[in-house]
């Protein structure tokens, strides 16, 4: 399974990135998401259009907007255990997400993503709108949603 085809000085569309200027570079099959911070330069994992699943929950999800570190409300850190709760520091992934159950949008650290090698389709009714599928699997951002 590929990443997104991103290449460099592609302008990343639905990304809430507003520090700097994100930049995409592709190493292998992965597409990574660089983001400069006020502070730092971050390297986000996933790219978007990149399939996702959770590795302790049982859910699975395409990457829809990328935040460089935590930027959801304090309400909702401290919702999560203590004991699971992720570190702040990291990219966060904000999910076209789906279960046995139901669709939904979440919002997940890096830490606790894994690639989704399955090769089926998503079933979220959202997908359609922001995102095309290839014939090989790939999910690429519709032009109507660029930047």
Known sequence: MRGPGFGPGTRIAAARISHAGPALERKGREAYLTVMTQTS???AKFGLGAVVRHRIYPFRGVVFDVDPEFANTEEWWLAIPEEVRPRKDQPFYHLLAENADSEYVAYVSEQNLLPD???EALRHAGINEVFE?????VYRMRTSHAN
Do not use: I, L
Not at 133 to 137: E, I, K, P, Q, T
């Open 133 to 137: 599928r290839s014939a090989d699997g």
């Open 41 to 43: 330069m971050r390297t």
């Open 117 to 119: 090698t399955s090769g």
